[in-house]
C-alpha cells in the first residue's frame, strides 16, 4: 500500500500550477500497466485489450494509451468514432482500434480514413460499411457484435440469420472477430453469465470461425470459460474492484487530494452548509476544502463519507457545494492541520469503490466524473 498520509511521493514538490489549483489528481501509469499485465497473466493466452472510452475512464486516453502500449497492449476500444480519432494519434502504427458505437450513418468513410475498426452492430451498420467497400474494391476490417442477452447492442438472432441468408454484406466486410457483453459478469453467481456464454457459442456458431470476445473486467474473473481470444477490460486497469465483495486484486491507481480553504471553530448546534442539513454535535472545528460537485464529486456524497487526514477520518458535514465541501475535522490535534493543506477524498483509505458506495453509485461513475479543474499529476510509466 502506498503511504496513508504523504500526499506526494516525498521526491516531488509541488510545482506553481499544483499550487493554484483546488485538488490534485494524481493517476499512476505505472498502476494501469500493472494492472493490465496482472490481466493479461490471468488471461493466458488470450489477448488483453484495453478500454479507453470517455478519455480513459476520465484519467487522460493521451497519457494512458502509449503506457498501455508499451506494456504489451496492441488492441484498443472506445465508444465513439471522434475518441477514435483522436486516440490514433496516442498509440503505435499497427495498434488496432475498434469503435464500439461503430459509426453514424455518413461517417463510414472517416472511420475508414483513420484505420479504426467499427463494431457493427445493427443490419443497418453492416450494410453501410458493406458499400463503402465495395465501393473502394476492398472488404474492409470490422467485429460483429451479437445481442446475447443485455438488450442493447449487438445483431439479434433474427437479424444474424438474416444476414448470413442474404450473405451479401457479410461477403464484402473482413470480419475480424465477434463479440458480445455480459450484463451480470459483476455477480460470478448470477444465471445470466452461463446462458449469454452458451447463447454467444449457439449464436457465433453460424458464422464462419471467428476470434471471439465476450468479457470486460469482471467476466475475466468468471473463469477460462469467458475468456475466448480477447477480453476487454477497462475499470479493472483504472483500479476498479472487478471482484465486487472480494479483495480487489488490482493496484490503485488514483488519488484526489483536495486543498483546505479554510478552518473555522464552531460550538455545538452550528448549523452547516446549504438548507442547514447538518449540525454540530458538539464543539467542532470545520474545514472547508476546493472540491464540490462541479468537480465530479457528487452532491449524493454529502452528509456520508469521509476525507483524510494524517491517517484520521474527517467526515463530510453538510451537503456537498458546487465548488467546496465542509469537513467535521474535530478528530486532529490542534494545529494538525492549517489552511492550504491538502486532504485525501480518494486514495488508500477510501478508494475508488468506496467513494462510489458513499455517493450512491459505482466507481466507474466517479471516475469518469472527475473533474477538468484538478491539476492533473502524472506519475511515471514504469516501460
Ligand atoms: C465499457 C465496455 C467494456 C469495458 O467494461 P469494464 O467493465 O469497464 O471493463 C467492454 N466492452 C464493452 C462492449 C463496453 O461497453
New binding site residues.
Given amino acids: 500500500m502506498p503511504d496513508s498520509t504523504a500526499p506526494y511521493p516525498s521526491s516531488a514538490l509541488p510545482d506553481a500550477a499544483e499550487m493554484r489549483a483546488g485538488a490534485v489528481l494524481s493517476i499512476d501509469l505505472g498502476a494501469i500497466q500493472a494492472n493490465w499485465r496482472l490481466l493479461q497473466a490471468r488471461l493466458g493466452s488470450a489477448a488483453c485489450a484495453a478500454?479507453l472510452?470517455a478519455d480513459a475512464?476520465g484519467l487522460g486516453a493521451a497519457q494512458v494509451a502509449p503506457a498501455l502500449a508499451a506494456a504489451g497492449c496492441e488492441n484498443f476500444?472506445v465508444?465513439h468514432l471522434h475518441e477514435g480519432i483522436a486516440l490514433r494519434a496516442h498509440v503505435p502504427a499497427g495498434a488496432r482500434i475498434h469503435v464500439?458505437h461503430g459509426c453514424f450513418a455518413g461517417t463510414e468513410a472517416e472511420c475508414a480514413a483513420h484505420d479504426l475498426i467499427p463494431v457493427l452492430n445493427s443490419p443497418g451498420q453492416l450494410a453501410a460499411w458493406a458499400a463503402l467497400g465495395v465501393a473502394r474494391g476492398r472488404r474492409l476490417p470490422a467485429l460483429i457484435q451479437i445481442d446475447t442477452g443485455m438488450a442493447r447492442?449487438g445483431f439479434t438472432e433474427a437479424d444474424l440469420k438474416a444476414a448470413i441468408a442474404d450473405g451479401r454484406a457479410l461477403a464484402a466486410i473482413d470480419p475480424r472477430g465477434v463479440?458480445s457483453?455480459l450484463a451480470c459478469a459483476d455477480e460470478p453467481g448470477h444465471p445470466a453469465n452461463a446462458a449469454q456464454r452458451a447463447r454467444f457459442d449457439a449464436l457465433r456458431a453460424l458464422l464462419p470461425p471467428l476470434p471471439a470476445s465476450l468479457s470486460?473486467?469482471?467476466g475475466i474473473f468468471l473463469g477460462p470459460d469467458f475468456h475466448y481470444q480477447m477480453a476487454?477490460?477497462?475499470?479493472?486497469l483504472y483500479g476498479?474492484n472487478?471482484s465486487p465483495g472480494e479483495m480487489n486484486p488490482m493496484r490503485p491507481v488514483v488519488r484526489l487530494d483536495a486543498r483546505v480553504i479554510q478552518l473555522r471553530d464552531v460550538p455545538a448546534g452550528t448549523p452547516v452548509g446549504y438548507g442547514h442539513t447538518a449540525r454540530t454535535a458538539g464543539p467542532a472545528r470545520l474545514a472547508t476544502i476546493a472540491v464540490g460537485y462541479a468537480d465530479g464529486y457528487p452532491r449524493a456524497g454529502s452528509n456520508t463519507g469521509a476525507a483524510w487526514f494524517a491517517g484520521v477520518p474527517l467526515p463530510v458535514l453538510g451537503r456537498v457545494s458546487m465548488d467546496s465541501i465542509i469537513l467535521d475535522a474535530s478528530a486532529l490535534p490542534e494545529g494538525a492541520l492549517h489552511e492550504g493543506a491538502l486532504v485525501t477524498l480518494i486514495g488508500p483509505q477510501r478508494d475508488i469503490d468506496a467513494v462510489g458506495a458513499d455517493c450512491g453509485t459505482i466507481g466507474?461513475e466517479i471516475l469518469t466524473s472527475l473533474g477538468r479543474r484538478y491539476h492533473r499529476r502524472y506519475i511515471a510509466a514504469e516501460a
Fill in positions: 478500454v472510452k475512464y476500444f465508444a464500439l447492442f463479440m457483453h470486460a473486467s469482471s476487454r477490460p477497462g475499470a479493472a476498479v472487478p466507474y
